[in-house]
């Protein structure tokens, strides 16, 4: 089966931005002369994209009218996120659109300096039909400001299968049984069942509880169905300071 549908999460405030984007939502600022968020429509094309699923904060309505001038060769529907309550409850809300299809995932704000990373874990479905995530190779360039790590290791299969995935402080992801530690960035891809784990999690959590997408990766590792598949493009998580500031002396000023 193969994917044809990407979903963007862009319901978050961008805390990490503060006070910039308090006026201008983090999707939108501009790297090279066009906002992350056509970065990330573009990389999806060129991955042969072809639906987007686009969840926006209604409090944010520049990131629709941005999306809604986009000029490529996508289809792009919109589900709105009332409340940031975390990446898992953006993943769920578009449960109802996907219909139990296999689909990608992007981060806007995660960009790539030469080719992105949705085609090779687009690749990697094709060929694992497994849950996959992007990690840095630990031998090229380490992601600027990316705060996710995960541990990986080579099977019998000549598969990465991942061991565990966590915040940048956590404990417990250190190199052991053959394992490496690597950089977590912002592309994945996800079978259709994963919203029943999500909806379960859910209901854990409660009403007020924030669904984070760390609590679904951590239950495929555990369960030993999550494989990675490695970029060696430099990435800029330009949702950090450190992130945007690099990024936008990286990429050259051209639309």
Not at 47 to 59: Q, R, Y
Not at 175 to 190: H, L, N, P, S, T
């Amino acid at each position: 089966m193969t994917i044809d549908t990407a979903v963007i999460p862009c319901g978050g405030l961008g805390r990490r931005l503060m006070p910039m984007t308090r006026w201008l939502p983090k999707e939108l600022l501009p790297v090279g002369l066009k906002p992350s968020l056509y970065w990330a429509l573009d990389e999806a094309v060129d991955a042969g994209i072809h639906n987007v699923v686009l969840v926006v904060n209604p409090h944010k309505p520049m990131v629709e009218a941005a999306a809604r001038q986009y000029l490529g060769p996508l289809s792009i529907e919109f589900v709105p996120q009332p409340k940031p309550q975390g990446l898992g409850d953006a993943l769920l809300l578009c449960r109802d659109i996907l219909e139990g299809q296999p689909f990608a995932v992007l981060f806007a704000d995660h960009l790539f300096m030469g080719r992105g990373g949705t085609h090779a874990v687009l690749d990697a479905w094709r060929t694992f039909r497994k849950p996959t995530v992007l990690v840095n190779d630990p031998m090229g360039p380490m992601p600027v400001g990316v705060t996710r790590r995960a541990r990986i290791r080579k099977g019998e299969d000549g598969q990465y299968h991942v061991r565990a995935v966590g915040r940048r402080n956590d404990e417990g992801l250190q190199q052991k049984d053959g394992a490496m530690e690597a950089v977590a960035v912002g592309r994945f891809v996800y079978p259709g069942d994963v919203f029943d784990r999500l909806a379960a999690e859910d209901r854990r959590l409660g009403a007020d509880g924030e669904l984070s997408d760390l609590a679904l990766l951590r239950k495929l590792a555990e369960a030993d169905e999550l494989r990675a598949v490695m970029t060696n493009s430099q990435v800029f998580d330009i949702g950090t300071p450190e992130g945007y500031r690099t990024a936008v002396s990286a990429f050259p000023a051209v639309a």
